[in-house]
């Protein structure tokens, strides 16, 4: 039996990820503009920071490589806020979401294709943009532990999974929460250390950041990559993200489930 649901269950993900991929492909107009976009955002965080710092600065590599891995985090935590809850904000729309939701298909696996067109353009970022930094800056990117940071990238998805699966709830509750995630983008990217260090965020504000899973993502992505010092040690750090990892997608799957029971009580499944 156990076997057998298993077997469902990966059938349900195949589904949902051929879905996504295919879609994502359809279109290479959203490819380029991301493959366009990307520079420019670059160079928006990039060079104002670069007037305030030391002119020796401008000349040190890991100055670039750590903006570099900060964009990495960036999308990270962009992929968190708009894979589940775009997907399920997209399937309203188009009228198709009532249709998924009387399936007997797990919820989270549902939408877990969106994470992995995410995924997908994420990699081709990580390239794309160490290409950019070479052409641009004349600096090389590194990564000093490749299995560390393959974990950590992938323990960053599971977690990006699970925070996406509870902001899915909010979508599907609130229709369109749009702002809320546009201001929690910038609210994370701020408090998890995106492109500087947790240690230079205010005394008040530091044990904050503590309790944020994509905190300890970024601190391992960026010590596996540069071999920065990290928060806790590194064992530790990939245990804590595991855990929070596996508690957010656990509260994600229920979160889904009780918005959905109480949309279809009320007949607003449907609406947007």
């Not at 919820?107 to 995410?118: D, M, P, T």
């Not at 081709?124 to 800056?137: G, Q, R």
């Amino acid at each position: 039996m156990a076997s057998t649901s298993a077997r469902w269950l990966l059938l349900e993900a195949y589904a949902s990820a051929y879905k996504a991929v295919k879609v994502y492909f359809r279109y290479p107009a959203w490819i380029v503009g991301d493959l366009l976009a990307t520079p420019l955002w670059l160079l928006v965080f990039i060079y104002p920071v670069l007037m305030f710092l030391p002119y020796d600065k401008w000349r040190s590599p890991e100055t670039y490589e750590f903006f570099y891995w900060g964009m990495v985090s960036w999308s990270v935590i962009s992929t968190a806020l708009w894979s589940i809850g775009g997907a399920i904000r997209s399937e309203q729309q188009v009228g198709t979401l009532e249709q998924l939701f009387l399936t007997n298909a797990d919820r989270v696996v549902l939408f877990l294709g969106r994470l992995v067109s995410s995924s997908i353009g994420l990699i081709i970022e990580l390239a794309y943009m160490s290409l950019i930094v070479y052409l641009l800056f004349g600096v090389q990117v590194r990564v000093l532990n490749p299995p560390l940071l393959a974990v950590a990238l992938l323990l960053s998805l599971a977690a990006s999974l699970g925070f996406g699966s509870v902001y899915g709830a909010l979508v599907l509750h609130v229709k369109s929460p749009g702002a809320v995630a546009n201001i929690l983008q910038f609210v994370l990217v701020i408090l998890c250390g995106v492109f500087y260090p947790v240690s230079r965020l205010p005394d008040f504000v530091e044990p904050l950041a503590y309790l944020a899973p994509f905190t300890y993502a970024i601190d391992l992505i960026r010590h596996a990559a540069m071999g920065t010092d990290t928060l806790l040690p590194a064992p530790l750090e990939l245990a804590v993200l595991a855990l929070y990892s596996a508690a957010l997608v656990a509260l994600g799957y229920a979160a889904l489930r009780r918005v959905e029971l109480v949309s279809k009580r009320r007949g607003k499944l449907g609406f947007y």
